[in-house]
């Protein structure tokens, strides 16, 4: 029996089939780097993440020269004006460098879970800044974000908090792409720029930091380590561009929450994270908030 796909996902076969590989495998990489920081004792997470810039940095200078994509990176750069245009482009720069930061710092020091419920989140904080920018949302969407809210609000009220680590994600990466999306800058270009500024200063840090350059100089194993570090860090970056190229809007964003799935078993597997039964609750309604959301992206695709 020949079943059609929906005319939202006509593609050609090969180019479907190859998005959907690409997304999976860059999330999977992207969980990789969640748990890198653990195969690279004595290195703090701070020192992880400052390895982990410089070669990403080089890794990406490397990956674009084999590529042949210099002439895009520079096109993307040539669309910037005058002093304010680069200022408004530098601006997101910090809030990514601390996420990347948090990303390998948090899984070291007892936040794996907290984080990987702020990328649970961030989609459904996303859903909100639509609806501030305009953007009409459906029963579905409304829902999704009701159960959030009632499931962080169960946190606070059975901890009386929620993890800073949580809300970092969920808030300040909605910044971030709101911003780059408005400057309307290829992401590849977007991302040179971002390690441009974030690696020298990383390289700067680490020259200062005497136990964390010999933890890796003086060992040739941990130098294989952190390159590869930076090798995973750059094509997952590169296979999620690429996916988000070939694949309709809706269909790689559902492939997304895959992501922060990997993240959390992890973070209660390898990482050594703790969830307790009474957080399954809270855990369990924001979870079925991102179901909503799947429901609302699956039902968009087939046109219901």
């Known amino acids: 029996m020949n079943l059609a796909l929906p005319a939202q996902f006509a593609l050609p076969k090969n180019t479907l089939a190859l998005g959907v590989t690409l997304a999976i495998l860059s999330n999977v990489m992207f969980a990789m780097v969640y748990a890198y920081g653990k195969w690279l004792p004595p290195l703090t997470g701070t020192a992880v993440f400052l390895w982990r810039m410089v070669m990403m940095w080089g890794c990406l200078v490397a990956l674009i020269s ?21 200022a408004w482009l530098l601006a997101p720069t910090p809030i990514l460098a601390s996420q990347l930061w948090l990303f390998v710092y948090a899984p070291l020091n007892g936040h794996g879970v907290a984080v990987s419920m702020g990328y649970f989140l961030f989609p459904l904080v996303m859903v909100l800044v639509g609806f501030v920018m305009g953007e009409r949302l459906t029963r579905l969407q409304w829902l999704a974000v009701a159960c959030a809210g009632v499931g962080v609000g169960m946190e606070i009220v059975r901890t009386g908090q929620v993890s800073w680590a949580t809300f970092w994600v969920c808030l300040t990466y909605p910044i971030f792409y709101v911003m780059r999306r408005r400057q309307n800058i290829p992401a590849l270009t977007g991302l040179f720029v971002d390690l441009s500024i974030i690696a020298p200063i990383c390289l700067v840090v680490l020259c200062f930091h005497a136990s964390a350059m010999s ?54 597997t390898v990482l050594g994270g703790v969830v307790e039964w009474q957080m399954l609750t809270s855990f369990g309604l924001i979870w079925s908030g991102i179901i909503c959301l799947l429901i609302q992206g699956v039902a968009k695709r087939w046109g219901r």
């Open 215 to 268: 933890a890796v100089i003086g060992t040739p194993v941990m130098i294989l380590k952190v390159i590869g570090l930076g090798l995973i860090s750059v094509l997952s970056q590169q296979a999620n561009l690429e996916a988000n190229r070939l694949l309709p809007t809706s269909l790689f964003g559902l492939l997304g929450y895959l992501e922060p799935a990997l993240l959390f078993v992890l973070a209660i």
């Open 66 to 86: 084999v590529l042949g994509k210099w002439d895009a990176v520079l096109g993307g750069l040539s669309r910037v004006k005058g002093i304010r245009g680069w």
